[in-house]
């Protein structure tokens, strides 16, 4: 058993109302089941339902554990946890995994400061779960049980983790939030800052950069890409650290994805924007073998 449940799909911002109760209005939370080993990547608003489902569930056999991992701090993938039911009982166990912030604030901290009596009336130290805090970088290591996990740093304003998760021969990828990468130095000679070695180091770094997320994601059963813009949104949003669809789409084709999850909608994406959007590249890339889906919330996706 291997499979992925999505309880959050949204990016930025929560977006309650009758234009997104198809494809749901939560932000980023995804559910993975590794055998009986539970994951979470994420802890967006969608991390509430989740926590519901479980207290409603896998409560009643055995308490709750889990390893939860933080693609990156910023503040839609983390400000559903202080409503992260488990985390208020006995018995529940919890590792949280990801980056180091680039200010050096330790993860504990990050995740912590909203459990501030000046964010929220619960306090990080009165929480009954117990919860430990592993932060990594990019590599690979060995989880135990036949589960694999390498990462990968995305291009985002801040350190984020892009997970690769191998079970039983098969593999789940998380890529959000990124963009591809690129040249930030001055290419036009004429520029006043043009320098030529720089120039040209950068390059090589973008495409360097560019090819390690493809050999990263290469031959997933399973793609969760960033696919916050149309192409033509993307083109007043570079340096945002977000792609497009087009993006998602080509990334996926060439490395023979077999299942790629469009995810992280933009806030004002309606569910008829996003069915549309489905349609279209489904019928466009018809004879590709690839299956292109728009994530949605309580959608579950085997490997």
């Known amino acids: 058993m291997f499979y992925t449940r999505f ?3 949204r990016g ?3 977006t309650p109302g009758p234009a997104t109760v198809v494809y749901g209005g939560n932000t980023a939370c995804l559910e993975i089941r590794a055998g009986k080993r539970l994951l979470i990547v994420d802890l967006g608003t969608g991390v509430k339902p989740l926590g ?3 207290l409603a569930n896998e409560l009643k056999e055995h308490p709750v554990e889990a390893d939860i991992f933080i693609t990156h701090t ?4 983390i400000m559903g946890f202080p409503m992260f039911g488990p985390v208020f009982v006995p018995g529940t166990k919890l590792k949280m995994w990801g980056s180091v912030s680039y200010d050096g604030d330790s993860l504990e901290k990050i995740i912590g400061v909203q459990l501030s009596y000046r964010y929220w009336p619960v306090r990080l130290d009165e929480l009954s779960a117990h919860i430990e805090y592993e932060e990594i970088k990019q590599g690979s290591m060995d989880l135990g049980g036949g589960l694999r996990l390498l990462t990968k740093y995305m291009n985002h304003p801040i350190l984020c983790l892009g997970y690769r998760f191998e079970y039983e021969g ?3 990828v998380t890529a959000f939030d990124t963009e591809p990468f690129y040249n930030i130095f001055p290419t036009n000679k004429d520029d006043p800052a043009y320098n030529e070695e720089a120039a040209r180091e950068g390059e090589q770094v973008a495409e360097s950069e560019n090819q390690q997320i493809l050999d990263f994601i290469r031959g997933a059963d399973i793609l969760i890409y960033d696919s916050h813009y149309t192409e033509e949104e993307y083109k007043s949003h570079i340096g945002w650290g977000h792609s497009s669809y087009q993006t998602a789409i080509d990334n996926a084709l060439k490395t023979g994805v077999k299942k790629l999850i469009c995810f992280h909608h933009e806030p004002r994406r ?3 924007e996003l069915a549309a959007l489905e349609a279209e590249f489904r019928q466009r890339y018809a004879s590709e073998p690839l299956e ?5 919330e309580g959608m579950t996706v085997e490997a």
Not at 74 to 77: A, G, S
């Open 12 to 14: 930025s911002i929560p």
């Open 170 to 172: 098969k593999s789940i």
């Open 270 to 272: 309606t569910d008829e």
């Open 292 to 296: 292109i889906i728009i994530a949605r």
């Open 7 to 9: 309880w959050g799909v």
């Open 52 to 54: 519901d489902w479980l």
């Open 74 to 77: 910023h503040w839609d993938h």
